[in-house]
């Protein structure tokens, strides 16, 4: 098992940057795909970018592709969410989650989740 604990949210205005980062307990951490999800008030959660175990892989969402940037440190069993140009369509909790096999952008194939984030951008 993992356990997940997601900081560095915060209220930003439109068109900074901010950097989320999801530090694991556990051996196991570098087995798994792990991934960023985000829900803001009356809305389903919404994938927001996944990386593979040996972070040779990223995916994310049209929303988001070339502003934000998934990246780990297996040897700090850390992963990260580098976070520019934001909007204010980006606010909303963002949660970190993690899961054996390969990665996934539905957040119901997931198995492990952080208490989530909040991340402000004010226009």
């Known amino acids: 098992q993992v356990q997940l604990v997601e900081s560095g949210g915060g209220l930003v205005q439109a068109g900074g940057s901010l950097r989320l980062s999801c530090a694991a307990s556990?051996?196991?951490?570098?087995?798994?795909?792990m991934g960023w999800f985000r829900q803001a008030p009356g809305k389903e959660r919404e994938f927001v970018a996944a990386?593979?175990?040996?972070?040779?892989?990223?995916y994310y969402p049209d929303s988001v592709k070339g502003r934000f940037t998934i990246s780990r440190d297996n040897a700090k069993n850390t992963m990260y969410l580098e976070m520019n140009s934001l909007k204010p369509e980006d606010t909303a909790v963002y949660y970190c989650?993690?899961?054996?096999?390969?990665?996934?952008?539905?957040?119901?194939?997931?198995?492990?989740w952080g208490q989530g984030t909040q991340v402000t951008v004010s226009s």
């Open positions: 989650a993690g899961r054996g096999g390969g990665t996934r952008d539905v957040w119901s194939a997931y198995d492990y």
């Open positions: 556990g051996r196991t951490f570098s087995t798994y795909a």
């Open positions: 990386i593979s175990w040996n972070g040779a892989r990223a």
